[in-house]
């Protein structure tokens, strides 16, 4: 069979192909789609509006438990956003009570829970494990995914659902109703329950997919599932609406996202409610610290859509009304702001073609701080806002991949550059440079070995890294090892190796820290040849509040920058002269050291040898190979305290 994927790249890689256009565009589509969509719930979008975890953490707070703080942040959200939002979240201020009536029935109806309904959901996942084990025992990864949402699935109809129907009358007295429906806790309730199914049932479901034995499954699921467990954990979940302090859930917040790999902090603004599922339409990155006042929250100023859950819901209501659908309600993602507009300002206009998308007629103004929705029978949409924890290296890869559809359709140097990359990767044999960066090492002189333009010392790895990537041939290169082993400091050489090209370099990571730890090594640096605190960090940070792009643009940088590249170019061929004079003098003299070492006799240096030699410092050192300090090589290394 002709893999389809090969007769696109058969294509010459000088054309424009549309049918190689094509196949790069589905291809980010597919991981982009993949990054923003769970695959264990039947393709549902990832974000969703959760208060908790499968592990018990916190990872979401509706902020409509604490009116007095909802009603600050609207006013917030609807004043210009300058440099983005700020304010602070202070032990004691914001709280929440529900009323002792809605606490008791809570722990009345969850005591109502009975061993027949726990037993019913172990018969039927039982079976369900049965049929799964029958029909596709040749997929044992895949069966079990089904398993365990037939597990949830279960949960939910049998247990969840009847008690979320019993306590929603409830809720519905109260003044401050923690979420519109009770049943927007369905799926989180489930997958609470399943976890510990999902993680003790692995062996028993290979037994049963092998042996066809289903009873240590069964005895799995009954350990997992007993009474008084499942009330437990109902019990737990529900206590967090008894009484509140923001301050409180927020420093819970604050330990889930420590446990949570790579998670970090949102504001939701908006939701829409669809087939038991809670989604945010828009949402607000932000970083959190906290002082001695409390939490101060700070974010940029962008805003973004939850384009796949918008999309995902106009899509499944269109399909349920018989409409044709439409492949996007918004075509971006991510929105800029100015420092004049306000958050509300621009999610208004997005929000009346998103209800549109949704085929609700009434309007919900974001404007107006009150409690709103537009619903029918498919959907509901509010104006309701959140905190919520999400993993933030999915959101920075659909952003890239986004990046690169638009990219694509646009055709020109990013599409040829593909079209180059694939060539080299998967047509071509990559040209290894390794032997000839050997060679060329090897055959260079000692003194050349240790005389090289860079700010920072490096070894023999380093600098070969720095030549394969000057090489003409070498076009992808990759570093590797084990923490510790200096990738990091291969890196700022590399940014100055471009900095002393005349070139600019972009760093990226997926982990902040990452170019946390390179950007400190690169300040420390330029701080040491930077002729004067005048000249501004030619570093621009994005993703970060404390970005200085601001500052970089700012007119009275440039002029001073201007007036810096002035000055130096008036002097810029005796500094070069100069520069060039002193590393032959180096050369020179470590040329003479070799070749004394070479004959054993006594070196006789130059006049330049000497001079460098007359204005080293007295503490410099290093050992030779006889264990007296070799007199030129004293000019370069610092004495080692302790030594003679």
């Known amino acids: 069979m002709t893999n389809p994927a090969a007769k696109l790249l058969q294509f010459p890689w000088g054309s424009k192909s549309p049918q190689l256009s094509g196949f790069f565009k589905r291809l980010a589509q597919y991981y982009a789609e993949f990054l923003s969509t769970d695959f264990k719930k039947h393709q549902l979008p990832k974000r969703r509006l959760e208060t908790s975890d499968n592990k018990g953490r916190l990872v979401g707070v509706p902020l409509r438990k604490f009116p007095g703080f909802e009603q600050k942040l609207w006013n917030d959200l609807n004043r210009p956003i300058g440099t ?29 829970i009975s061993a027949d ?12 494990a049965q049929r799964i084990a029958s029909s596709q025992a040749g997929d044992p990864e895949l069966a079990f995914e089904r398993f365990v949402e037939d597990v949830r699935t ?23 109703k923690p979420v519109e429906t009770m049943h ?25 997919l092998v042996e066809r034995n289903s009873l240590p499954l069964q005895n799995v699921l009954s350990d997992q599932l007993e009474l008084n467990l499942v009330r437990s954990e109902l019990t737990e979940f529900f206590s967090t609406f008894a009484a509140a302090d923001l301050y409180t859930d927020f420093s819970d917040m604050i330990r889930s996202s420590r446990l949570i790999e790579n998670a970090d902090f949102y504001l939701h603004v908006g939701e829409v409610l669809h087939a038991g599922q809670t989604y945010p339409i828009f949402y607000i990155p932000f970083v959190a610290e906290r002082t001695e006042k409390g939490f101060e929250i700070a974010s940029e100023p962008r805003l973004y859509v939850n384009k796949r859950a918008v999309d995902f819901v106009a899509q499944e209501v269109a399909r349920a009304e018989g409409r044709p659908t439409i492949p996007s309600v918004v075509r971006d993602r991510i929105f800029y702001l100015n420092p004049d ?31 709103q929705k537009a619903t029918s029978v498919l959907v509901t949409a509010t104006n309701h806002l959140s905190f919520s924890l999400f993993d933030r290296s999915d959101e920075a890869m659909i952003n890239d991949y986004e990046t690169l559809l638009s990219g694509i359709e646009a055709g020109g140097p990013l599409l040829e550059f593909f079209q180059s990359l694939i060539g080299d990767f998967l ?16 055959d260079m002189p000692m003194p050349k070995r240790l005389v090289f333009d860079s700010p920072l010392p490096l070894v023999e790895e380093q600098r070969k890294i720095l030549a394969a990537i000057n090489h003409s041939e070498a076009r992808f290169i990759a570093v590797e090892g084990p923490p510790g082993t200096g990738k990091s400091h291969t890196i700022t050489a590399v940014a100055f190796n471009s900095i002393l090209s005349g070139k600019s370099l972009l760093v990226l ?8 730890v390179v950007e400190d090594k690169l300040n420390q640096v330029l701080a040491k040849v930077r002729p004067s605190e005048d000249f501004v960090n030619p570093i621009l940070r994005l993703g970060r509040n404390a970005s200085n792009y601001a500052e970089l643009l700012r007119k009275s940088t440039i002029d001073r920058l201007n007036v810096n590249h002035r000055q130096v170019k008036q002097h810029r061929n005796e500094r070069d002269a100069a520069l060039n004079q002193e590393r032959q003098s180096i050369l020179t003299g470590l040329e003479e050291v070799a070749l004394a070492y070479e004959t054993g006799s006594q070196p006789i240096f130059s006049a330049t040898s000497r001079r460098h030699a007359r204005n ?25 305290p302790g030594s003679a």
């Open 427 to 442: 047509l071509r044999n990559p040209v290894s440079v390794r032997s000839a960066i050997d060679s060329e090492w090897d």
């Open 117 to 128: 309904d726990v037993n019913a959901v172990v018969t039927a996942s039982t079976e369900a």
């Open 509 to 516: 990571s997926d982990k902040k820290e990452a170019l946390d």
């Open 84 to 112: 983005g939002l700020s304010f602070t979240i202070t032990r004691g201020t914001w709280r929440s009570t529900l009323p002792k009536a809605v606490s008791q029935a809570i722990a009345s109806q969850v005591s109502k």
């Open 154 to 176: 279960n949960l939910a109809r049998i247990v969840i659902s009847p008690l979320l129907s019993r306590l929603d009358d409830f809720f519905s007295r109260t003044e401050s």
């Open 341 to 371: 507009q306000s958050p509300i300002a621009a999610a208004q206009l997005l929000l009346d073609e998103i209800l549109a998308g949704f085929n609700l007629r009434a309007a919900v103004d974001l404007r107006q701080p009150r409690e």
């Open 184 to 208: 927007e806790f369905e799926g989180q309730l489930s997958a609470r329950l399943c976890n510990g199914v999902e993680t003790a049932s692995g062996a028993a479901f290979s037994t049963l």
């Open 616 to 640: 080293t410092p007295s503490n410099a050192w290093m050992p030779s190979i006889t264990g007296a300090g070799t007199p030129y090589i004293e000019t370069m290394y610092p004495r080692p």
